[in-house]
């Protein structure tokens, strides 16, 4: 049953003791996405599923995931969009821990048949539940958050965010791009604000789409953790974008031979008032110059354990970037 977004209030996952922190997990789907997000009091939201498949690989890590943080269901599932590496983990994630509501952006339009057969397997599993269709502008009631629908089926909020609007002066130097008709371009993207934090996550979410949302004008302003879009790839992360989101710290969630594209690479690293970037692998298919350094790689060989990183932010802004695989973890105060 599709309902009303104002509708779908859901209680609190149950926690041990409540933390005044943010917990956002990037769970290791070998090129797909799973971003788990936990707040101070217990709800969370998990954004895309993973793959299907591979014994339950990424269902079981989502759960790991959810367990280390302390739930014991998810709240919401957020599906960006309808391509197998973001959706197709749903039916075994249903399998092993109770869901509340699926958001998502209405139906997919890609006339492909993995896209046609993994949408009728999620609508399959959303109709046991709670499902909302999202549109920009729309906000996904948590507690201790604000979540924002930017982009969804393809169309973006129309006007600027409190406090952003200004004019983006790389607007007329960069070439327009090419049009996008796949999923990509119709992924659901989220900012997420947490006291003085401000996180992006625009799924993978395409060139021409991402510039509807900063020219003219940025609509968006500037962030503090921008997730890579589209796993690192040239497709996406225009520089147009990324520097206009001016993010202090980038998480790109890149699989050992998918995403992490050098031109995109450069784009984010190289971006203003940038202090780091993380990876959840290192890009087998690039070179060492276009890798950060083994510290901030979860990752790093070819046959991995699914190593995560993992974000613990506070309401002033200040958050730590902890790395499963070696435990390095770095803090960023506001």
């Known amino acids: 049953m599709v309902q009303t977004l104002v509708c779908a209030l859901f209680s609190a996952a149950a926690v041990g003791a409540e933390s005044k922190s943010l917990q956002i997990f990037f769970v290791d ?42 739930a014991d269901r998810i709240d919401y599932v957020l599906i960006t ?3 197998r590496d973001h959706v197709g983990g749903v039916t075994q994630l249903a399998s092993q821990i109770k869901i509340g509501t699926f958001i998502d952006h209405g139906s997919n339009l890609e006339d492909a048949a993995a896209p046609r057969e993994d949408f009728a397997a999620y609508e399959k599993v959303a109709a ?35 406090g952003a609007g200004q004019p983006n002066s790389l607007c007329a130097s960069e070439p327009e791009p090419a049009a996008d008709a796949t999923e990509n371009a119709r992924s659901v993207g989220v900012l997420i604000t947490f006291g003085k934090l ?18 003219p004008n940025n609509l968006i302003g500037t962030v503090d953790l921008f997730l890579t879009t589209h796993h690192g790839w040239n497709q996406s992360n225009a520089k147009v974008i990324v520097d206009a989101l001016h993010p202090r710290v ?28 993380w990876q959840l ?3 087998m298919d690039s070179d060492k110059a276009h890798n ?3 510290m901030f790689i979860a990752n790093v060989e070819e046959k991995c354990e699914g190593k995560y990183l993992k974000v613990t932010a506070e309401p002033n802004g200040t958050f730590t970037v902890l790395n499963s695989r070696n435990n390095f973890k770095k803090t960023y105060s506001k």
């Not at 980038?250 to 970037?277: C, F, V």
Request: hydrophobic share 35%; charged share 20%; net charge neutral.
């Open 29 to 70: 789907v070998e090129g797909g996405q799973a971003t788990l997000v936990v707040t101070p009091s217990g709800q969370s939201l998990l954004i895309d599923t993973g793959w299907p498949g591979f014994g339950g690989r990424d269902a079981g890590r989502i759960v790991s995931a959810a367990k280390a943080a302390g």
């Open 81 to 83: 969009h309808f391509h």
């Open 128 to 162: 046991k539940s709670k499902r909302v269709i999202v549109k920009p502008g729309d906000q996904i009631p948590m507690k201790d958050l604000t979540v924002e629908v930017l982009t969804a089926a393809g169309e973006h909020i129309s006007a600027p965010l409190q």
């Open 198 to 215: 401000r996180f992006i996550d625009l799924g993978d979410l395409t060139k021409q789409k991402e510039r509807d949302l900063v020219c």
């Open 250 to 277: 980038s998480i790109m969630n890149n699989g050992a031979h998918k995403g992490g594209s050098p031109d995109a690479w450069e784009t984010i690293r190289n971006s203003p008032g940038l202090q780091d970037l």
């Open 281 to 283: 692998h290192y890009a």
């Open 292 to 294: 950060v350094q083994e």
